[in-house]
């Protein structure tokens, strides 16, 4: 079954914010990029919660019938990249999310307000 863009981004918010990640920001890359619709970027303050909430995503999605395409950066946590076709989700530690700063090159997306 493949999810609609909306009800996949809606899944991964909720997971990202159920292991309690910070900053959660989804962008709509619609009319920008046809790299994904949207993208999700958050960020955990340890090694072992960026890992958590990873695992939740993976989980969330699957339960749902979506796929995760590509998965990088687990092992290390500290940029986690998830690519769910419509939705790739960032993954930060804190310190890795202030230096990439990812929303100040995407700067052009509209942030997406309720999910």
């Known amino acids: 079954m493949k ?3 909306e009800k996949l981004l ?4 909720t997971a990202v914010e159920d292991k309690k990640a910070n900053n959660v920001v989804a962008l709509d890359l619609r009319n920008i990029s046809p790299i994904s619709d949207y993208f999700v970027i958050c960020h ?3 090694d072992t919660q960026v890992q958590a909430i990873a695992t ?3 989980k969330v999605v699957h339960e749902a019938g979506g796929v995760i395409r590509g998965m990088e950066g687990v092992d290390s ?3 986690v990249l998830m690519d769910l076709g419509d939705v790739v989700v960032h993954i930060f530690h804190r310190d ?3 230096y990439y700063n ?3 090159l995407w700067s052009d997306a509209k942030v997406v307000t309720s999910v």
């Open 3 to 5: 999810l609609n863009p």
């Open 10 to 13: 809606q899944l991964t918010v």
């Open 44 to 46: 955990g303050n340890s």
């Open 56 to 58: 939740e995503v993976r």
């Open 77 to 79: 946590a500290r940029w």
């Open 96 to 98: 890795e999310r202030e």
């Open 102 to 104: 990812i929303e100040r």
